[in-house]
């Protein structure tokens, strides 16, 4: 921006636009009317590129029955085509949380690529035609369908590099999992002491448990692809001529690659968040997941000589300004705290949900707002945590035995041959005299030394037939 301005008209009177602006009027008392963030909708650039999308659809769908001419479509188009390949992001300056349910984003969207297109068209920034925001650009659509759609479309786009994330980070488990296949160590349960079972069983389960995640993940896709674009205000497709649904959504879905399909019941489909609230969810319970096993870490790294210290992560940072020497698990930790906000936000995501009335939901940019905010959040800490903690863990093989040997979980392998009473009673025995089981067992002739050694062989304790 030069610091200079051009005065530009809408309904409300006259406003003041920064010359060099793409935007027009209506964007700019959006952007003095909500300084609300501090961030700017250009953070999210899928909501911006799904925007255009959508736009350049309803360009293709309106031109097809000859209420817009094939020049303003090429045009449109055009300006949309820039928008999509990353292009003029910065003509996005709006707060994402903001009144009107959305409106003030998709009339950026329309005086943006209404600007664009009669440059294209030979025309000098900030004139008013020969292509009009609303008239044109806006032609056939209301921003309660367009926006809702765009905001779908957007999250399917940014699932998809969420999904490689998680998926290199439930590789990298499965790779640590392998590596330590032949690590006995102690299972606990509820902090106590369990019973044998390997450090790679441990790794393999944190694999499983956000493999499952993924798929789990791809469910909410059909369900984001529902879409009330065609219905314009409230779903009953007033100023959408007749057949116009039918295109627009074949064109979105080639122009995105994605498979969208119509709501049912476009009414229904104006105001119902329900597809938000689920993907949220879904958001919610991989952060629960990443959270527990961030927590995993944390203890069995700890100490390291006064905790488990089974497991060292990669040393990131020095862990204090006054201890010498003192390492702390900061990636751990930092996945932890995402996980915490994700959780928060989904809890704002449910609220806003519930709060529409009647024919719309005026409170879906928070929606919005917090499911791409919570997208980021967790595909950075999921890079995080696979490049720069879980790759790098090692195991402490004779720790993790140190650990095993004194303790009495291998007494429930000897239940079926003494009874439960007398094995407990040999545990008790054995943490009071500090004796390791198999050693007091053959002592006291209740097993042979050879039935010892093949019923309380570690590794077949932690993986038995």
Not at 351 to 374: D, K, R, T, V, W
Not at 394 to 415: F, I, K, N, Q, Y
Request: net charge negative; with cysteine; hydrophobic share 45%.
């Amino acid at each position: 921006m030069n610091g200079q301005s051009r005065r530009e008209y809408d309904s409300l009177g006259f406003v003041e636009v920064p010359t060099d602006a793409l935007w027009g009027p209506q964007t700019q008392r959006a952007r003095e009317n909500f300084r609300i963030s501090g961030m700017k909708i250009s953070r999210f650039p899928h909501i911006l590129i799904a925007l255009a999308m959508t736009k350049q659809a309803a360009a293709n769908a309106n031109a097809q029955l000859g209420i817009l001419s094939q020049e303003k479509r090429a045009a449109i188009s055009a300006a949309c085509d820039e928008i999509i390949a990353g292009r003029h992001h910065d003509a996005f300056p709006l707060d994402p949380i903001q009144g009107g349910a959305g409106t003030s984003m998709n009339m950026n969207a329309n005086e943006v690529i209404a600007s664009l297109a009669n440059e294209w068209l030979g025309n000098t920034r900030g004139s008013n035609g020969p292509l009009h925001p609303n008239d044109d650009v806006n032609r056939s659509q209301s921003t309660n369908d367009v926006y809702p759609t765009a905001v779908r479309l957007s999250l399917i786009l940014a699932h998809e590099s969420l999904e490689v994330a998680l998926l290199s980070l439930v590789a990298s488990f499965e790779e640590r999992a392998a590596a330590f296949a032949t690590v006995v160590k102690l299972g606990r349960t509820q902090l106590q002491d369990a019973v044998p079972m390997t450090l790679g069983q441990e790794f393999s389960a944190f694999a499983t448990a956000l493999r499952e995640d993924v798929m789990r993940l791809r469910e909410m896709l059909p369900l984001l692809a529902e879409v009330n674009l065609g219905g314009t205000a409230i779903g009953t497709r007033l100023n959408a001529p007749k057949g116009y649904s039918e295109i627009v959504l074949g064109e979105l879905s080639v122009i995105s690659g994605k498979t969208l399909t119509p709501a049912a019941n476009l009414v229904e489909a104006s105001w119902d968040m329900g597809a938000f609230v689920l993907f949220s969810a879904m958001l919610k319970r991989l952060a629960t997941k990443l959270s527990k096993i961030a927590n995993d870490l944390r203890l069995l790294a700890s100490g390291p000589r006064g905790g488990f210290g089974e497991i060292r992560l990669p040393p990131m940072q020095p862990g204090s300004s006054i201890m010498p020497g003192k390492v702390n698990p900061v990636i751990p930790e930092v996945v932890n705290q995402v996980c915490f906000q994700i959780i928060g936000n989904d809890i704002a995501i449910t609220m806003a949900a519930e709060a529409g009335q009647l024919q719309l939901n005026a409170m879906e940019p928070l929606i919005a707002f917090n499911l791409h905010f919570s997208i980021q959040l967790i595909e950075a800490a999921i890079r995080t945590f696979d490049e720069q903690c879980v790759r790098g863990i090692e195991a402490d093989p004779e720790r993790c035995l140190e650990h095993l040997d004194s303790s009495v979980g291998s007494v429930t392998a000897l239940v079926p041959i003494l009874g439960y009473v007398s094995s407990a009673e040999l545990a008790k025995d054995a943490l009071r005299l500090n004796r390791k089981v198999a050693d007091l067992a053959i002592e006291r002739g209740l097993v042979s030394a050879d039935d010892a050694a093949r019923l309380l062989d570690p590794m077949k304790l932690a993986m038995p037939v």
